[in-house]
T-cell receptor, first 114, second 115 residues
Framework: AQSVTQPDIHITVSEGASLELRCNYSYGATPYLFWYVQSPGQGLQLLLKYFSGDTLVQGIKGFEAEFKRSQSSFNLRKPSVHWSDAAEYFCAVVPTGGGNKLTFGTGTQLKVEL | DTEVTQTPKHLVMGMTNKKSLKCEQHMGHRAMYWYKQKAKKPPELMFVYSYEKLSINESVPSRFSPECPNSSLLNLHLHALQPEDSALYLC??????????????FGEGSRLTVL
C-alpha cells in the first residue's frame, strides 16, 4: 500500500543545534515529495519540494532536504534551529506525474529549547 | 497577492444549525481544496474542485456540502453536524486545475466547534 511515514512524533532540540526530521515513503515509483510546516493555530506553508534532479533541495527559512532513492527517504534538515522553528512539520507526497491528492504523513512536532 | 483567505476564523454552531465556511483566492489558481484537520493529526482531504467542477469527494458525509461559485471562491455548507465534526477546516488552492504538482497554498483555517 502507498504510504508516507514520519517515525518521530515529537523532537526536542536546543536553539542553535542542528535538526533532522525523517520521512519515508512507500510508493511504486518515486512520488513528488514535499515538506510543509504548520505553526500553532495556522495553516500550512510549503517549505520545499522535490520532483526530480538534484537530490539535495533548498527551501525557505534555511531548510534543506535530501532525497535518497535507495532508502525511500526525504529527510528535512536545518544546520541551526531558531526558537521560531517550533511547529508541526508534515512530509507529503503526490504520485509521480502529479495529481490533486496530496497525502500527508502523520507529522513531527518540533519543540525548541532556549 | 499570494493569500488564501478563509472566513470565519472561528465558528460555534449547534447540531441543528446551518452555517457556511468561505474561502477566497485571487492568484488565478484553478484547483481548490477543503481539508479537515483534527487536533494533533495531519490534514485529511475532503473535496477538490478543478476548474470549478467537483473532481474529488473523499466519501464525505452529506452534511458537508461544497460549492464553487467561481474560480476564486469556495464554500463549505454545514448542516446537522455532529460534535465529532469539530475541527480545523483548511482551504487550499493550487495553480493548475488538473494534474497539479502538490504545491498547495493554504489559508489559516476556520476553527469549527459543534455543540
Amino acid at each position: 500500500a502507498q504510504s508516507v511515514t514520519q517515525p518521530d512524533i515529537h523532537i526536542t532540540v536546543s536553539e542553535g543545534a542542528s535538526l533532522e526530521l525523517r520521512c519515508n515513503y512507500s510508493y511504486g515509483a518515486t512520488p513528488y515529495l514535499f515538506w510543509y510546516v504548520q505553526s500553532p493555530g495556522q495553516g500550512l506553508q510549503l517549505l520545499l519540494k522535490y520532483f526530480s534532479g538534484d537530490t539535495l533541495v533548498q527551501g525557505i527559512k534555511g531548510f534543506e532536504a535530501e532525497f535518497k532513492r535507495s532508502q525511500s527517504s526525504f529527510n528535512l534538515r536545518k544546520p541551526s534551529v531558531h526558537w521560531s522553528d517550533a511547529a508541526e512539520y508534515f512530509c507529503a507526497v503526490v504520485p509521480t506525474g502529479g495529481g490533486n491528492k496530496l497525502t500527508f504523513g502523520t507529522g513531527t512536532q518540533l519543540k525548541v529549547e532556549l | 497577492d499570494t493569500e488564501v483567505t478563509q472566513t470565519p476564523k472561528h465558528l460555534v454552531m449547534g447540531m441543528t444549525n446551518k452555517k457556511s465556511l468561505k474561502c477566497e483566492q485571487h492568484m488565478g489558481h484553478r484547483a481548490m481544496y477543503w481539508y479537515k484537520q483534527k487536533a494533533k493529526k495531519p490534514p485529511e482531504l475532503m473535496f477538490v474542485y478543478s476548474y470549478e467542477k467537483l473532481s474529488i469527494n473523499e466519501s464525505v458525509p452529506s452534511r458537508f456540502s461544497p460549492e464553487c461559485p467561481n474560480s476564486s471562491l469556495l464554500n463549505l455548507h454545514l448542516h446537522a453536524l455532529q460534535p465529532e465534526d469539530s475541527a480545523l477546516y483548511l482551504c487550499a488552492s493550487s495553480p493548475r486545475g488538473g494534474r497539479n504538482t502538490g504545491e498547495l497554498f493554504f489559508g489559516e483555517g476556520s476553527r469549527l466547534t459543534v455543540l
